[in-house]
């Protein structure tokens, strides 16, 4: 993910969309600037909560990761368990709310559904690297949510679950010998 800061924002690029995001203090609507950018960038957006916004990409995270690696199979297929998508976004909504963001699970769920339809055909990141037998993100991916969930001792069994699911997919390498890469 490239960033390009400057005094007055923060560029932020990602896979699905391009976000434009205020930082610091500074004086003034600098909103206009995704407008202008929007001229020769698709899916500009100006957020002046970078942190929220940051939040909202590990929902996503939390998601799509660990369940593509433990299926393996592509965002699309997620589609198919919406339940257990809801589970996740609940827990995660009540961290977030924590952190003193105001969201919903529901509001969680939708953008992780835009994101799996916008991603439909795509192998995430972390069953790309289980499927190449490397270590994967979970630590800072769902290891992050469970390390500030419990920092507020609340409950996250489905994030637990699905930490512990991958991490054993990881030691499974290491049990057999595969010469797997020690964590960066």
């Known amino acids: ?18 976000i434009l995001v205020r930082h610091g203090q500074q004086d003034g609507d600098y909103s206009y600037l995704a407008d202008i950018l929007q001229t020769v960038l698709p899916d500009v957006a100006w957020h002046n909560n970078i942190r929220a916004e940051l939040w909202r990409k590990l929902a996503v995270n939390c998601v799509i990761n660990p369940l593509t690696a433990t299926w393996n199979c592509p965002n699309g297929e997620l589609r198919h368990h ?25 509001d969680l769920r939708d953008y992780v559904m835009q994101v799996i339809d916008a991603t439909a055909e795509n192998i995430s990141s972390m069953l790309q690297d289980i499927r190449a037998l490397r270590h994967t993100e979970i630590d800072y991916i769902n290891g992050f949510l469970l390390r500030r969930a419990r920092a507020h001792g609340i409950a996250v069994p489905e ?19 595969t010469g797997l890469p020690r964590p960066w």
């Open 1 to 18: 993910m490239p960033l390009a800061a400057t005094a007055m924002s923060l560029f932020m690029w990602q896979t699905v969309s391009r």
């Open 82 to 106: 919406p339940q257990e998508i809801m589970q996740i976004c609940e827990e995660v909504a009540a961290v977030i709310e924590r952190e003193g963001h105001h969201t919903s699970a529901e």
């Open 159 to 177: 994030n637990t679950r699905l930490f512990e699911m991958v991490k054993r997919k990881e030691s499974e390498y290491e049990r057999i010998g």
